[in-house]
């Protein structure tokens, strides 16, 4: 039997309900904060990602999904949306209308990674970014977005990590000493953070094995070589928070996988994940657009991983399970009263009704038995008596009530 590739699902009928309910929230929370959406293509030039996301981060290195086409152009399947959404922004010069881009996206992301719990291979994401202000204003706006996302969907029980990773003068001068520092405990690392150390040493600080974390607990702080500006950059988002009562934790060791970030990046992580416990992050990158040969283009921005956040609102049961959503379903005692079927149902159809009817010539019983399974609210009857007197029988399904209903009086019956 054919099967999905590996890493990948198919969302069926009994989940989609959930996908619709979370994608109706995020509209709604955009939009509030008016956030415009955006949608691009799937595959890019690999360039774009090579060139977004970093030669240097796993992403580019081992999980990228690359392939050559017909015309011998080396395209690659989106692992994440900024670079995307950079190069669409200059492409379509989408700044140059607004002083502040707000966008905002959801779709699917690919990435060879190994598939375990909360971990696919083509999952979703759901992001927004804020694009032109290089101000904490925005560091602020993006968070309580996310926020507002959050307690909307009711989860509680997470956590806010919070850093700042200071301007490119903080970074350079702190990823020098963090080299020196870790170089002087290059035999206590572990194989993969060895190798690491030359092409990015700021991704040793997100080693989980024991033997990584047990030296970066004496590396040095990124927070003590933040310069004034970047001092002050972070206060005032913290500042921000405090005052909005949004609570944090601020990490010294979160630096996030990607090399586009500057001052403020912060994560999301849940208890009811398991080890995979972050459901989104983001932070700020200001050298992105130049980058992907763009103007200088501040900006900040996350993603929510939709798995992960569908997996929260299940285990704390805040996912509403009714699927009943047939409206009527027309019993029907013979192929020579389909006429009335179609008549009733486009009538209904019209005043927006969901009606399933029988189309596979069951008898009267099993329609009936349909009707249940399909747990329509209302079953209409229509057989020989109905026409002769051209009065057809409604069923309400929940409560067994019967009423007779004219086929002139149909659509009366069907407005309230
Ligand atoms: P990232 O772009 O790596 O910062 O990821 C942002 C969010 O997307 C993470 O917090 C996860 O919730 C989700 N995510 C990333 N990679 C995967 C994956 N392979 N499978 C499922 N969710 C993922």
Redesign the pocket.
Known sequence: MLQAVR?TKDLLPDVINDWHYIEEIFRKVTKKFNYKELRTPIFEYTEVFSRGVGEGTD?VNKEMYTFQDKGENSLTLR????ASLVRAVIQNNLTAQETVARLWYFGP?F?Y?R?QK????Q???F?AECLSSANPESDVEILLLADNLIKELGIKDYKLLLNSLGNKSSILSYKKELTSFLKSEFENLSEDSKRRLDQNPLRVLDSKDEKDLKVTQNAPKLIDFLDEESKEHFKFVTNSLDHLNINYEINHKLV???DYYSHTVF??QSNYLGS?D?????GRYNELFEELGGKHTPAVG????????LMILESQKLINKNNNNLDFYIVCFGKEYFSYVIEISTLLQKNGYSVNYDISRKSFKSQLKDSDKLKANFSVIIGENEVISNQFVVKNMISGEQMKIKLENFSKFVKF
């Open positions: 890493g992403i692992p994440e949306m900024t992301f990435r990674e598939p909360g971990r696919q291979r999952f979703h994401q992001g996030r996988g990607l994560e999301f995979q972050s459901f989104g992050g983001g996350f993603a929510f991983g939709v798995e992960r956040l």
